[in-house]
């Protein structure tokens, strides 16, 4: 069409009766602001620190004699990071200990985790509905704790300069490779990460029905085939997606690799970032997070291609649907007993340990005359824990429990609100591009681990950023990141919510003239208080054990609960470290008691990976 009046006046028409149109599209409005305002930080900080690793920083001026001016571009850092006399050190070595950790614990936890799903969802076992609802809580704390009792009971002279419980107590001095390093570390987490397999596998288990697997057992297959053709390619989703959480987890995880491994110089690749941060060495640094991010991204396709091969099984359909239990025989109650055990190892024991300890003037002292309580209520005194006084008496950690309590609240506020902001927009416009890409951006915090995402924002908002001060030794900064992390948890429990809820009823709504925020608080809020409530209780319960993604952000105005315990921990006050642990716990526990006044039965995690 020719560019005259005439035509300009038509396309002016058509674009203000599109904007016109748009006024009554809040879906439409809500998505594109949350794919820029989402594009911007996540997307942003990737190619900030992309530039970053291509440039020139201060730190290579003490190594580099020619360097040139700061800030342009060089391949230096990947030159020092894979092809030097560095980079065994560097990256092959703290590359080869992740890929060991991430494998060793998603082995030791998947194993644990479907044997315990099937125990308890699929056999006979006594006492189900109890270990059901307790059978996540090692998850509940933070994955150092039982770090934590291991260094209490297995450390050794040769490297921590005192002894554990094992020692003292019955003259057995453990290897260093039993008290720190790999294998306690895979242990640990092990024990802690679980959680995600059983979840996941259970979940799975009680939607096959007996009646599939009958019906390949009266076709003359015996159990293992039955278990192999029929049960394992149902729950080979669950599987993948237990693999991708677990493995990506660990390997981006920093609090236990810290605690057990730098003590013998035991790297991995967030403990390498967080030294490689600490000299200043961004450049390196940096680089290392973006193999991090790669090799989550991987994970998360692999699991991706694994699902979509296996959508096809249908395993509840219109007739009566069947769960008939494995018979344990005579081991019903000796099974229980195990689990029951395990429970105690996994949960209750460190938990024992740590109280223990903090009532020790003395650490490896356990005798009655070396009980105290000063940790707890003591006046400062220079002969004892270099002058820090006890718990209950000291401001600093009574500033980080402040700080960790308005993190949590806060970000959980925030993510709530935004989970169901973000479900509304997808779901209203489930199938669009707008809403695939809202979708997808939206989960891709998830893909960055913690402590590279830590390290992203660190040298994002380092400096003021365009209109955006710099945020760096600001809470603010705290957050913003606990909340562009978390999102993809409470963005999949909005969606969830959204999805129940028919467009008629906002449609009625729409036609009585009730503009979009009345109709939010009045219809859909109502209907989806139960996402809400979900997104904003993970999240506050992830802010407040959250270690990896803020420990290069903190400042000592901006202190937490974890950055506190891993300070003392470092300055080997154990007594102190202990002590604030629990507290941590405390609080971490009262959240859980909240959830179950609102969801009954339902587990956290239940809710978290829903």
Request: net charge positive; glycine share 8%.
């Amino acid at each position: 069409m020719a560019d005259t009046p005439l035509a300009r006046s038509a396309a002016f028409t058509k674009l203000k009766f599109q904007l016109t149109r748009l006024r009554y599209r809040t879906d439409i409005i809500l998505s594109i602001i949350f794919v820029i305002v989402f594009g911007f930080l996540v997307l942003v900080p990737l190619i900030k620190i992309i530039i970053v690793s291509l440039t020139y920083q201060s730190f290579d001026m003490r190594v580099i004699r020619d360097m040139k001016k700061l800030g342009t571009f060089t391949l230096y850092h990947y030159k020092r990071i894979f092809a030097s006399d560095f980079s065994y050190a560097i990256l092959v070595k703290p590359f080869i200990n992740s890929l060991l950790v991430g494998f060793g614990v998603t082995a030791m936890a998947m194993l644990l985790g479907s044997l315990l799903a099937w125990a308890i969802v699929r056999t006979d076992l006594p006492w189900k509905n109890f270990f059901d609802s307790i059978i996540v809580i090692p998850y509940m704390m933070p994955s150092w704790v039982i770090a934590l009792a291991w260094l209490i009971i297995f450390k050794n002279n040769r490297v921590a300069g005192e002894d554990g419980m094992l020692k003292i107590l019955f003259g057995i001095t453990p290897p260093d490779w039993f008290s720190y390093g790999l294998f306690p570390i895979i242990i640990c987490l092990g024990l802690h990460y679980y959680s995600y397999s059983y979840l996941l596998i259970s979940g799975a288990l009680k939607t096959v029905n007996s009646e599939l697997e009958e019906a390949g057992a009266i076709a003359g297959l015996k159990k293992w085939a039955v278990l192999r053709k029929i049960t394992f390619p149902i729950v080979l989703p669950a599987l993948g997606s237990s693999f991708v959480l677990t493995f990506t987890r660990s390997m981006g995880t920093f609090g236990t690799p810290a605690l057990l491994g730098l003590p013998v110089r035991f790297f991995n690749i967030p403990t390498q970032i967080y030294a490689s941060i600490s000299m200043r060495n961004m450049g390196d640094a940096y680089v290392l997070a973006l193999i991090l991010v790669v090799l989550a991204g991987i994970a998360i396709y692999i699991n991706s291609k694994i699902v979509g091969v296996r959508k096809s099984f249908v395993t509840m359909a219109g007739k009566g649907f069947k769960n008939r239990m494995n018979s344990l025989g005579s081991w019903r109650y000796p099974v229980a007993i195990i689990i029951l055990l395990f429970l105690f190892v996994a949960f209750l024991l460190p938990l024992l340990l740590l109280v223990w300890n903090t009532f020790l003037l003395l650490p490896g002292d356990y005798s009655i005359s070396n009980l105290t309580t000063h940790f707890w209520i003591g006046d400062s005194d220079y002969r004892i824990a270099s002058g820090e006084p006890g718990i209950f008496k000291n401001p600093g950690i009574w500033n980080g429990v402040w700080n960790s309590i308005r993190l949590g609240v806060l970000a959980a506020l925030i993510n709530g609100f935004l989970g169901l902001f973000i479900g509304y927009a997808v779901v209203r416009n489930r199938g669009t591009r707008l809403s695939k890409s809202l979708e997808a951006i939206s989960f891709a915090p998830y893909v960055f681990p913690s402590i590279a995402m830590g390290a992203i924002y660190l040298g994002m908002f380092a400096k003021p950023l365009g209109p955006i001060p710099a945020l760096y030794g600001t809470f603010s900064l705290l957050v913003l990141i606990v909340v562009v992390k978390n999102i993809p948890f409470s963005s999949r429990s909005g969606i969830s919510a959204m999805l129940q809820i028919d467009k008629s009823l906002e449609e009625s709504a729409r036609l009585q003239g009730l503009p979009w925020f009345k109709r939010f608080r009045k219809i859909l809020f109502p209907l989806t208080k139960s996402g809400f409530l979900s997104g904003m209780i993970l999240t506050f319960i992830t802010a407040m054990r959250e270690l990896s993604l803020i420990i290069l952000l903190v400042t000592p105005t901006t202190r937490v609960l974890t950055t506190i315990i891993f300070a003392y921990e470092d300055q080997e006050e154990v007594q102190h470290a202990n002590g604030v642990t629990l507290i941590l716990i405390t609080i971490i526990i009262i959240a859980n008691f909240i959830v179950r006044k609102f969801f009954g039965n339902k587990s956290l995690m239940g809710l978290k990976e829903s």
